[in-house]
T-cell receptor
Framework: AQSVTQLDSHVSVSEGTPVLLRCNYSSSYSPSLFWYVQHPNKGLQLLLKYTSAATLVKGINGFEAEFKKSETSFHLTKPSAHMSDAAEYFCVVSERKTSYDKVIFGPGTSLSVIP | NAGVTQTPKFQVLKTGQSMTLQCAQDMNHEYMSWYRQDPGMGLRLIHYSVGAGITDQGEVPNGYNVSRSTTEDFPLRLLSAAPSQTSVYFC?????????????FGSGTQLSVL
């Protein structure tokens, strides 16, 4: 069965410092992996996705994530946090089930950015 | 281009009432799904569909029914509302019948069951 673990429910960083949001997954097959962001009172927006091409994936707003199969991880990073990055971040796995794909969200990590 | 449209935005129900949350998309997407979002639990998949006439259960299907008679519409039915179904509900769709494409989300329905 597939599952997604986000190791931190809340992360707090100072503006201008690096961001690391951790995600581990379990999957019986080769999954597709995503990061989505949800700003307060807004809908969800795709940051980036991995679908078995390059293991280092670049997304929008300076975010990137590295797929490490041996560690079953897909951590999200950004070199320098901005105040506008404060939001809820979700790691997502999509796995082929028979002939269909099933998309599962992690529990989310709330990112706070301190001025 | 409307994208994914959910109605209503807010709803209050009494325990035992039934209702249907509407979801429509105008992008000709094959894949549609319903999630509920609860604090600390992220988005949990209720039901999903990979095309008209094809639906399957997600993680938390109990108490909910779906059908997919057209590509555009994917309504979610609460058969007999319970307080445990108080949540924010999101409908999402993606291109093709695959889950490895970007999900487009509706703006959500905030449901309270008293």
């Amino acid at each position: 069965a597939q599952s997604v673990t986000q190791l931190d429910s809340h992360v707090s960083v100072s503006e201008g410092t690096p961001v690391l949001l951790r995600c581990n997954y379990s999957s019986s097959y080769s999954p597709s992996l995503f990061w989505y962001v949800q700003h307060p009172n807004k809908g969800l927006q795709l940051l980036l996705k991995y679908t078995s091409a390059a293991t280092l994936v670049k997304g929008i707003n300076g975010f990137e994530a590295e797929f490490k199969k041996s560690e079953t991880s897909f951590h999200l990073t950004k070199p320098s946090a901005h105040m506008s990055d404060a939001a809820e971040y979700f790691c997502v796995v999509s796995e082929r089930k028979t002939s269909y794909d099933k998309v599962i969200f992690g529990p989310g990590t709330s990112l706070s950015v301190i001025p | 281009n409307a994208g994914v449209t959910q109605t209503p935005k807010f709803q209050v129900l009494k325990t035992g009432q039934s209702m249907t949350l509407q979801c429509a998309q105008d992008m000709n997407h094959e894949y549609m799904s319903w999630y509920r979002q609860d604090p600390g639990m992220g988005l949990r998949l209720i039901h999903y569909s990979v095309g008209a006439g094809i639906t399957d259960q997600g993680e938390v299907p109990n108490g909910y029914n779906v059908s997919r008679s057209t590509t555009e519409d994917f309504p979610l039915r609460l058969l007999s509302a319970a307080p445990s179904q108080t949540s924010v509900y999101f409908c999402a769709s993606s291109y093709g019948g695959q889950g490895n494409e970007k999900l487009f989300f509706g703006s959500g329905t905030q449901l309270s069951v008293l």
